[in-house]
């Protein structure tokens, strides 16, 4: 029986607690500042990287769970935390609802890494993602600020809201498309250097937030448009390689280390919160601190069944729409709803979220049962991690891939243009190349080999049957001893450079380039 993964996020609280308890040292959180330098690279990136194609395809049924969802939560579940804890003011229940809505993908990635998810569910997931993020947010800056005002009107709200999101959505797409033109003309007329296209790229997400704020829009919808509209821009084409390359590179460290500075911060701050909040429980309802854990379990399992209820009846929508439209759709799955509702796992956003409730009031009182709030919180998290570790595999395990004909085929077509526009490309380039030459010979040698692996591969996406079969499995083999070249080059360097043969910048030179090229083999 193999072992059960445990997400990495735990490890990071785990840690986060340990240096606590150790050290006693404990970091002071400004929300503010906190909610600058971690939320915008965090839903930028979401919005740079989601697969656009599923997001137009499944558009309804990720609008569903990403709004409808997320306003569902936060009425369902504000007030059942009001019930459960009276302790709780229903405007701060439904503050921490709202921070609770938001679901984490990156955390269900490393979940189901033993259990691969159905690609359409989990570009499903991602997307909800996405906007659930902007949508959950936006719902909390609602309620902290009814919780500092003491009145809410729901008519103003919903005309506020358009104006926010109209008006971030509007300067996030403008402020990424014109620092992508000056960057551009600046590259076209001087060159591109990788390192200040990296350094923009980490910039425009910070100014499109300060931007949207500064003229009293939501900077959550801003980040989020200018990481959907960085998107398109990428796909210009307008970018070297290289940096291409370099940039994903800095753009996965910064991901993976704001990640887990957010949950290292978390397992940091436990020892005050859990005394805090201990205390507030204990004064308001005479329980012991050891209900916390009760409290966040009631918690934990009515998020998930209202996920789950909310999941079904979107299913059931969904498949009326079909046969409204003349479409056929499948019958409701008990195993795939299951499995979208335990993937509902609570993650960096959340803690992000509930970290940014004020100290303060503008009445200068403390903001009511802030520390119970945040400890709530970081145990659904910690126990939706536990769950989904635990049960989310055993149900995809259960769940038949279904195959994506049409996905296999397009991909074949695009790799057959591809081929076919490279064959005319080096036939031009060796033309070119050999005219006026006296060794013109060597030139039409050298495209003949790039034409014929070109060929070749055109050759291979067009036929079937057994034919097709052989020529993959050729290919195959033929990966297969490329990769052992590759590596036993690769362990040549480390050798000569262990050796002092070879100079350092030289080695990592031609290790990274080893290493490209592997990459491009291993992900066939």
Request: a neutral charge.
């Amino acid at each position: 029986m193999s072992p059960i993964p445990l997400p990495l996020p735990l490890v990071q609280i785990a840690l986060g607690a340990l240096i606590a308890y150790a050290t006693g040292f404990h970091v002071q959180l400004d929300p503010e500042v906190f909610f600058l330098l971690f939320l915008p690279p965090l839903l930028f990136l979401d919005g740079w990287r989601i697969p656009k194609h599923g997001l137009f395809r499944d558009g309804w049924t990720i609008l569903e769970l990403a709004l409808g969802l997320v306003l569902f939560t936060v009425i369902g579940l504000g007030f059942f935390i009001h019930w459960l804890l009276p302790a709780i003011p229903l405007a701060v229940a439904f503050a921490l609802a709202a921070v609770l809505s938001p679901t984490d993908p990156i955390a269900v990635s490393a979940i189901t890494a033993r259990a691969p998810m159905p690609k359409r569910l989990m570009h499903i997931l991602e997307s909800e993602s996405l906007l659930n993020d902007a949508s959950g947010l936006v719902c909390l800056r609602f309620a902290v600020a009814a919780i500092s005002t003491g009145s809410f009107s729901l008519g103003e709200a919903s005309l506020t809201f358009l104006q926010l999101a109209i008006g971030g959505v509007g300067i996030g797409v403008v402020v990424t498309l014109g620092i992508a033109r000056l960057k551009n003309v600046v590259s076209k007329k001087f060159g591109e250097e990788s390192g200040s296209q990296i350094l923009i790229s980490l910039l425009i997400p910070f100014a499109a937030y300060l931007v949207a704020e500064k003229l009293h829009c939501s900077g959550i919808l801003a980040v989020v448009a200018a990481g959907v509209t960085m998107s398109y821009v990428e796909i210009t084409g307008q970018v070297l390689a290289v940096t291409r390359v370099r940039r994903n590179a800095v753009w996965d460290t910064v991901q993976f280390s704001l990640n887990g500075t957010i949950f290292v911060l978390l397992g940091q701050q436990f020892p005050r919160l859990t005394a805090g909040a201990a205390n507030s429980v204990g004064a308001a309802s005479q329980s012991q601190s050891w209900n916390l854990a009760l409290y966040v379990g009631a918690i934990t399992l009515t998020l998930t069944v209202l996920r789950f209820a909310w999941v079904w009846a979107s299913l059931r929508f969904t498949l009326v729409r079909a046969k409204w439209v003349g479409e056929r759709g499948l019958a409701p799955n008990w195993r795939l709803v299951t499995a979208a509702s335990l993937a509902g796992v609570r993650g960096a956003i959340t803690l992000a979220g509930v970290l940014t409730l004020p100290l303060v009031l503008p009445d200068g009182s403390a903001f009511p049962i802030r520390d119970l709030a945040i400890l709530l919180a970081a145990g659904v998290i910690t126990l939706s991690l536990m769950v989904a570790s635990v049960f989310l595999p055993l149900v995809l395990k259960r769940i038949e891939a279904v195959p994506e004909p049409a996905r296999v085929a397009a991909e074949d077509r695009v790799r057959v243009a591809a081929a076919h526009a490279a064959i005319r490309a080096i036939a031009l380039a060796q033309h070119e190349m050999a005219a006026q030459q006296v060794d013109a010979d060597i030139y039409a040698d050298a495209a003949a080999h790039l034409m014929d692996l070109y060929r070749k591969r055109i050759e291979g996406q067009s036929q079937t049957g057994e034919a097709a079969e052989a020529i993959r499995r050729t290919d195959e083999i033929d990966r297969k001893l490329r990769l052992a070249g590759i590596r036993a080059e690769r362990d040549e360097i480390f050798r000569l450079t262990r050796a002092r043969d070879v100079e350092d910048d030289v080695a990592r030179k031609l290790v990274r380039e080893l290493d490209l090229v592997e990459s491009r083999y291993s992900s066939q």
